[in-house]
């Protein structure tokens, strides 16, 4: 089969096309022809060796990828062969190996595809689709909220829109560029702002009239998590899912006392240790695409030998919604 595979820590460039052999399940695994594999920030992060979070850096070499959809072709040991055949998502976890033709998965991973959802759309919706409902379970919406959401454009940004728009808030997505901002305006925000411009804060603004925001759910961190702090009115929530612009949000108690206003993190600890688990999530988020409630939005579906190109596109910003290699 072919596969990425990476040799040493460093750039886009680290990550080439080889043939290999092809792996096959040990017991309680089984081995999935991958029809889709997902593209994560955090893939990039650890190509470059950065650490994140409490698991240790892979051993090299290695193949990324910890996201697949396909179909199983192989069972191992103690696992219901009933499964062979069948169109199934899983989150790899730390093993990886999800950028190749063939990947092999716990089986106790494994979601069957419903009916009418595609491999991208499954393989978006089972860990930014999971990590979007956190997320919403943090920031508890309701149709009362005037909400900013930043990086709106993004995997997780164009779901939040959707379930926000849902429910009734009104919602400002800000994204970094007109296409982007168009794209939101697409999906139902009740207005969109390009952050990459000076004064977009004042467009907010404009946009919300004589209401309060309510709720900042900030995607990038840095200046413009700060900026979408200080849009919030008292009794405001800022939730923060992500570091884009590759800084967290500053802020400090005397923000939280002066201004009125909860912030709260998503994700780290709060997602890794939730109750429950994540495949309640990773199973809500299924429905919810089969339902027709979010609709993933896949803004590049490229060759599995353009894993470089992904990467470098994906650390530059200049993806929209989930991107997606196909083997």
């Not at 979070?53 to 069972?75: K, Q, Y």
């Not at 919706?125 to 379970?137: D, N, Q, S």
């Amino acid at each position: 089969m072919q596969a990425i595979r990476q040799r040493a820590f460093g750039g886009p460039e680290e990550l080439r096309i080889e043939d290999v052999e092809d792996p096959h399940p040990h017991d309680g695994q089984v081995r999935v022809r991958v029809a889709a594999a997902g593209v994560h920030l955090l893939d990039t992060v650890i190509r470059r060796g950065l650490r994140r979070g409490p698991l240790p850096l892979p051993r090299l070499p290695m193949t990324p990828g910890r996201e697949v959809a396909g179909v199983v072709d192989e069972s191992g040991d103690g696992v219901d062969p009933g499964w062979v055949g069948r169109s199934v998502v899983a989150d790899l976890g730390a093993a990886s190996g999800g950028y190749a033709e063939l990947a092999l998965a716990r089986a106790e991973s494994l979601h069957a595809v419903p009916q009418g959802v595609t491999a991208d759309q499954a393989v978006a919706m089972i860990g930014t689709g999971r990590t979007t409902l956190a997320i919403l379970e943090v920031a508890a919406p309701t149709p009362d909220d005037v909400a900013v959401v930043t990086a709106a454009a993004g995997g997780i940004g164009t779901l939040l829109v959707q379930a926000l728009c849902d429910i009734g808030a009104m919602v400002v997505g800000a994204a970094g560029g007109g296409e982007k901002a168009a794209l939101v305006r697409r999906l139902g925000a009740t207005a969109a702002v390009d952050y990459s411009l000076q004064g977009w804060q004042d467009a907010v603004r404009a946009a919300v009239g004589d209401r309060s925001v309510t709720l900042a759910l900030d995607g990038v961190g840095g200046e413009i998590g700060r900026a979408a702090l200080e849009l919030l009115g008292v009794g405001g929530r800022l939730v923060m899912f992500g570091t884009a612009g590759g800084r967290p949000t500053e802020l400090s108690a005397n923000d939280l006392y002066q201004r009125g206003i909860t912030a709260s993190a998503a994700i780290g600890a709060r997602i890794l240790e939730r109750p429950g688990g994540l495949r309640p999530l990773e199973e809500k988020a299924l429905r919810s695409v089969a339902d027709g409630r979010l609709v993933p939005v896949v803004g590049q579906a490229l060759p599995l030998a353009d894993a470089p190109a992904a990467h470098a596109a994906v650390e530059s910003r200049a993806t929209t919604g989930k991107t997606v290699l196909l083997p």
